[in-house]
């Protein structure tokens, strides 16, 4: 069976369509690659040109430090990708050949959910960058539409929805310079979509190993092998948690890979995160006590947004993989042990002793994701926020 194009369809699709497939090698893709690399960075530039001409004060400054920002993140994500090409094919082969020799229904049933579980959250991702690129070419046009619909004495000025400098005529080439950004912020948030929710895929799939370890666990000792004369007793017992053991092993493999591989790349944007997050919470909170900016308002409601959901739902799931770890431990220690053989329980406690140390996945050897390092991050996002606003 071919788990990818059954169950991560759309993240190749994504995928292939930005030039990050990692299985795909062609001269095609280094032209996708060269093409997104100089949207997002005209994006940047056509930002950074702003300093140049225009007179900014603090809360303009904030304002277009924060899109620049977002914008350092898009390249960040598409660069990483690059360079860890190689490593997250050897995680698409590794999670291949666990769908490989997985034959039990209860055990590919399980790896089924997750892989399900991920597909929605890759679903719900792409829709959220869709609506955003729909919404922005929206509110472009609105002064246009209203003009046809209501007209007036005058033509509705027209308002681009980021402050950006491109050293051309903004009345005349309106339309263009509005059809370069919200590419521009499409393909970063697919980007995002793309680049986001592929290695939750992956922490989905540890936290299915280690539950398909404590399925194998609990269900060593079954009543079909205590009745088996003793010499297949044992020959049964032993293959069985060998078996587990070995799942077991794989998981907490998978668990260290993943941990060395985005480690510095997530740390990186970490950083970035934190900072984006925390200026748009700034702004957010001006924009709605002055209500007098829709645009601003929807735009940063939107990257408030995005940046709550996918870094709750990155602790969310570093939180399940700490969980389902500790639960073979659990699991391990509630088994009919007494049952076995002398020699398998020797082999019983090790295990108990290993499995409970908790594996966790953590960020740059610093930060470990879970429910509580969501909480410090939001502490830390809301301290940064006063400290913004006692400066106004």
């Known amino acids: 069976m071919d788990f990818i194009e059954q169950y991560y369809k759309l993240n190749r699709i994504l995928l292939l369509c930005l030039g990050l497939w990692p299985y795909q090698n062609s ?15 005209s994006f940047l530039v056509c930002q950074f040109n702003t300093f140049l001409v225009k007179k900014c004060n603090t809360d303009v400054l904030l304002k277009i430090f924060t899109y620049i920002v977002f914008d350092c993140i898009y390249i960040v994500k598409y660069s990483a990708w690059l360079l860890l090409s190689n490593n997250i094919k050897y995680i698409f082969d590794r999670m291949r050949h666990d769908w490989n020799i997985l034959k039990d229904q209860t055990e590919c049933e399980i790896l089924r959910e997750y892989a399900d579980n991920a ?6 991702f792409l829709l959220l960058a869709t609506l955003c690129f729909l919404g922005l070419l929206t509110l472009g046009c609105v002064p246009r539409i209203l003009d046809i619909i209501m007209p007036l004495n005058e033509s509705r ?8 400098e491109y050293f ?26 793309a680049c986001a929710t592929m290695p939750i895929s992956y922490i989905l799939h540890v936290c299915a190993m280690f539950k398909i370890a404590s399925y194998r666990i609990k269900h060593i000792c079954g009543k079909d092998v205590l009745n ?25 493999d998978l668990c260290r890979i993943l941990t060395n ?6 740390f990186v944007l970490l950083g970035f995160g934190m900072l984006s997050m925390s200026l748009s919470f700034f702004h957010l909170l001006h924009v709605i006590i002055s209500l007098n900016d829709p645009v601003d308002l929807l735009m940063f409601l939107c990257i408030v947004f995005i940046h709550l959901y996918y870094i709750f739902m990155t602790n969310y799931f570093g939180q399940n993989v700490t969980d389902t770890s500790i639960n073979v431990s659990e699991t391990t220690y509630n088994t009919p042990w007494y049952a076995m053989p002398l020699w398998m329980q020797k082999l019983i406690c090790i295990m108990i002793q290993r499995s409970n140390k908790k594996t966790s996945l953590t960020i740059g050897g610093l930060f470990e994701t879970s429910l509580e390092g969501f909480a410090t991050l939001m502490s830390m996002c ?6 913004l606003q006692s400066t106004q």
Do not use: N
């Not at 000025?157 to 950006?164: C, E």
């Not at 309106?174 to 370069?180: C, N, P, Q």
């Open 168 to 193: 051309i005529d903004e009345e005349t080439y309106f339309y263009a310079i509005l059809i370069h950004i919200a590419t521009a912020i499409y393909a970063g948030s697919v980007t995002l979509a």
């Open 27 to 41: 001269a095609f893709k280094k032209i996708q690659i060269i093409f997104y690399q100089t949207l997002f960075v």
């Open 157 to 164: 000025p027209r308002q681009l929805p980021i402050i950006v």
């Open 261 to 266: 591989t985005f480690t510095i790349f997530y």
């Open 119 to 124: 597909r929605l959250h890759t679903i719900f």
């Open 228 to 252: 088996m004369p003793k010499d297949i007793k044992q020959y049964i017992l032993y293959e069985r948690l060998i078996h587990a053991i070995y799942v077991h092993r794989r998981a907490m």
């Open 382 to 387: 809301t301290s940064y926020v006063m400290v």
